[in-house]
């Protein structure tokens, strides 16, 4: 509930307009890339989830984020239960059960849910330990909860989400009080698997790690999207050819124009210009996370504005690496702009977290 000394005129407003601001151009972008194409409808269904969005935010931040901490292990077991459910019962849709087939033709990602209880869950399990540097113990069991959740969405298969979930877990331990021995152990046994997960991958992410190498090896085939996104990135210029002027988006040389290359749409159609101010929008966006996090009232508040920064950091760098040929491509979409109304309320269900740890710092 609302405490009688916490009012929503203290939300971090700076941080709502640059939100907006994203969502905004991501709509107008969504509408550009997909004119005139069977997903001519695009936009408004973004704009319809970005509507629900505000309100789920809204919902979130008017509740003590220490009420949700509380509810960690019901809420646990529903996810646990829930991607289990999606792995064994829902249709694959791009070789992937991830979706739940709704009316109207929305489908429910649960994964993407998954991410505000997995910070949750690291949330207070860290703030529960009272020591100034974690044990192995520690770091096993927080280990252990993580993993079954991650595994689940792993198996779905869905490699980029199960990898945005990491960077939640890395900040919290790091500020909970990882300890330099554990680190270089864990960066040892990560040395360790990278050359034996390769035999467990499947055959068109090979393909893609390969194409991260060498994208001119196979131009028509696996190397197609990264080419035709850096073509489209290039010819962009400073201004930019104009909303729906763009030649790689509007004759459809490239793919995933409204979601997983939509920047690459976005600077062919406005330029360096335009790249600058949504890069400076989601600066903006990073630092008022960041200071809702150094003012937070305890160590719970704390753990839980870094998960979302760093979780939003680690889905720009992938993303932006990804559509100039600096990362392989993941299928992660860019925060807030990207279509996708799973990806979409869950970002907004996080930054609400944020802003219930601004409004209780009020609270005495």
């Given at each position: 509930?609302i405490a009688?000394?916490v009012s929503?005129r203290?939300l971090?407003?700076l941080?709502m307009?640059?939100?907006l601001?994203?969502c905004l151009l991501?709509?107008?972008q969504i509408f550009?890339a997909t004119?005139g ?6 936009w ?5 989830y970005?509507?629900v969005?505000?309100?789920?935010m809204l919902?979130?931040c008017?509740?003590d ?7 960690v292990?019901?809420l ?10 999606v792995?064994l ?11 739940i ?5 929305f489908n429910?990602?649960?994964s993407e849910?998954?991410?505000v209880v997995?910070?949750?869950v690291?949330s ?10 974690l ?8 280990g252990a ?6 595994v689940?969405v792993?198996?779905e298969?869905?490699l980029g989400t199960?990898l ?6 890395a ?10 021995q ?6 040892l ?6 050359p034996v997960?390769?035999?467990f991958l499947?055959?068109?992410?090979k393909?893609?790690i390969m194409?991260f190498?060498?994208?001119g ?7 197609y999207?990264?080419?035709?996104s850096?073509?489209?990135v290039g010819?962009g210029?400073?201004?930019g050819k104009?909303i729906?002027?763009g030649s790689q988006t509007q004759?459809r ?13 976005f600077?062919e ?7 600058v101010?949504?890069?400076?929008l989601y600066?903006?966006?990073l630092?008022q996370?960041i200071?809702?996090?150094?003012m937070?009232?305890?160590r719970?508040g ?5 998960g979302v920064?760093a979780?939003?950091l680690?889905?720009l760098l ?5 559509v ?7 299928g992660i979409p860019?925060?807030l ?6 990806s979409?309320l869950t970002?907004?269900l996080?930054?609400g ?5 601004r409004?209780?710092?009020l609270v005495?």
């Open positions: 509930m009688r000394n929503f203290d971090d407003w941080l307009l640059a939100v601001g994203i991501g709509i107008l550009s004119s194409t069977v997903l001519a409808d695009s408004w269904k973004q704009s319809l970005l509507a969005g505000l309100g789920l919902v979130v008017g509740i984020y220490h009420v949700l901490l509380e509810q292990p019901v646990y077991v529903v996810t646990a239960v829930a991607l289990l459910g792995l019962f829902a249709p694959p849709i791009n070789g992937s059960r991830s979706w087939p709704l009316p109207g033709g429910l990602q649960v849910f998954s991410k997995i910070l949750l690291v207070r399990y860290l703030a529960e330990v009272r020591s100034e540097e044990t192995l113990g520690d770091l096993m069991r927080l909860l993580v993993g079954v959740p991650w689940l792993l198996l298969p869905d199960a945005t979930i990491l960077p939640i877990l900040v919290g331990t790091f500020l909970g009080g990882l300890r330099w554990h680190l270089v152990v864990i960066l046994v990560i040395a360790l698997i990278l997960s390769w035999f499947k055959d068109y992410q393909a893609r194409t190498a060498d994208p090896a196979d131009p028509l085939g696996s190397g999207q990264v080419i035709q850096l073509i489209a010819s210029g400073m201004w104009g729906a002027q004759f040389f490239l793919p995933e124009t409204h979601t997983d290359f939509i920047m690459s749409t600077a159609e406005h330029g360096f210009a335009g790249v101010v949504v890069l400076g600066f903006v966006l630092m996370i200071q809702n996090a150094q937070a009232p305890d719970a704390l753990f839980l504005c870094m920064a979780l939003v680690f889905h992938v993303n932006v690496g990804m100039i040929g600096r990362m392989p491509v993941t860019l925060p702009m990207s279509y996708g109304g799973s979409l970002m907004f996080l930054l977290l944020v802003q219930s740890v409004l209780r710092r005495r």
